[in-house]
Nanobody
Framework: QVQLVESGGGLVQAGGSLRLSCAASGFTLDYYAIGWFRQAPGKEREGVSRIGSSDSSTDYADSVKGRFTISRDNAKKMVYLQMNSLKPEDTAIYYC??????????????????WGQGTQVTVSS
């Protein structure tokens, strides 16, 4: 069955780095854009970044531009989110989800499906 599994979260000090991974199974990753999203306690889920067919087709939320980098390896069926210069406000549960490549680019969580279970990222000040 279709499955996305996130990993790589943890506790890190402000200014530190983490690399999140999203492992895809049960479908052909090549045909899908993958988005990373996050949800902090008491807040709505928000789009962080998405990647299309290649590393040159990426989008980022303004809050993470210049600090986060998304990439994909279709052969390994993996999508990554490298997070640098982390801030306490980056603390959240991070999720990945998929959207068919043929559809318009968006970071709206409601436009994605097949969500993973999430991985917790905590940034201490």
């Amino acid at each position: 069955q279709v499955q996305l599994v996130e990993s790589g979260g943890g506790l890190v000090q402000a200014g530190g780095s983490l690399r999140l991974s999203c492992a895809a199974s049960g479908f052909t990753l090549d045909y899908y854009a993958i988005g990373w999203f996050r949800q902090a306690p008491g807040k709505e889920r928000e789009g962080v970044s998405r990647i299309g067919s290649s590393d040159s087709s990426t989008d980022y939320a303004d809050s993470v531009k210049g600090r986060f980098t998304i990439s994909r390896d279709n052969a390994k069926k993996m999508v990554y989110l490298q997070m640098n210069s982390l801030k306490p406000e980056d603390t959240a549960i991070y999720y990945c989800a998929r959207r068919p490549l043929l559809l318009p680019r968006t970071l709206l969580p409601s436009e994605y499906n097949s969500w993973g279970q999430g991985t917790q990222v905590t940034v201490s000040s």
